[in-house]
């Protein structure tokens, strides 16, 4: 089977960092060359622009375009370093977060030109699609409360007001009604395991389907 890269997409605390880890264990168990990884901070680079995008600098405030090339060049670094070689040599990559997000937050979420955020998405990725992506859909209310009860301290992103959250959900459920075949919906509200059942479900008749590629 030839490398694919699955995505994962969602609002704050909408469990991609788990369903990453129980799928990844999963594929294991099937014998599937997999690895896992994550935009931003994939790459020893993208760790370095992971802090100054996720973290605040004093007072100091970083521009919405700033932010926007600061996540293009994380992921230029890691499609040249990591993606690629590994589609090359045949894994499954499961990557937490990828264009769409960029889309999402950005574009709806900061009220960024589209077209420009597409013009760069394909500069940063070299046209580089996922091969799927899911998308984790819950409310931002849910979401970051999750967060809230797991004690996680929130970063930059995370703190932004309630209506910049929404944004961003619209954002996500816009892109999954115009892309039904490229964005699989998957209900987030639901247990930790009923979402990995769901997904490996999914997968399983994608995997038939990559085989035959072959």
Not at 33 to 52: A, E, N, W
Not at 62 to 67: F, I, M, Y
Not at 148 to 155: A, Q, S, T, V
């Amino acid at each position: 089977m030839n490398g694919k890269l699955i995505v994962f997409e969602g609002v704050e605390g909408c469990g991609k960092t788990s369903q990453i880890r129980l799928c990844y264990e999963w594929l294991q168990s099937l014998h599937i060359p997999t690895i896992t990884t994550r935009q931003p901070g994939g790459t020893k680079l993208g760790v370095h622009l992971q802090s100054l995008l996720l973290n605040k600098i004093g007072n100091q405030h970083t521009s919405d375009r700033a932010e926007l090339l600061l996540y293009a060049a994380d992921r230029s670094q890691h499609i040249d370093q990591l993606i690629k070689p590994n589609l090359a040599s045949g894994k499954i990559i499961l990557c937490d977060r990828y264009i769409y997000s960029t889309i999402a937050y950005q574009g709806y979420g900061r009220g960024l030109d589209m077209d420009l955020i597409n013009q760069i998405n394909f500069i940063a990725t070299t046209g580089i699609a996922s091969d799927l992506t899911f998308w984790l859909d819950v409310d931002v209310e849910v979401g970051l409360n999750r967060k809230r009860r797991n004690g996680d301290e929130f970063d930059r992103i995370e703190q932004e007001n309630i209506d910049f959250h929404r944004r961003v959900q619209e954002g996500y459920a816009t892109l999954a009604s115009s892309n039904p075949h490229t964005i699989t919906h998957i209900n987030g509200n639901l247990t930790k395991q009923a979402v990995q059942q769901k997904i490996q479900k999914v997968l399983e008749n994608w995997l038939a389907e990559w085989r035959k590629e072959n």
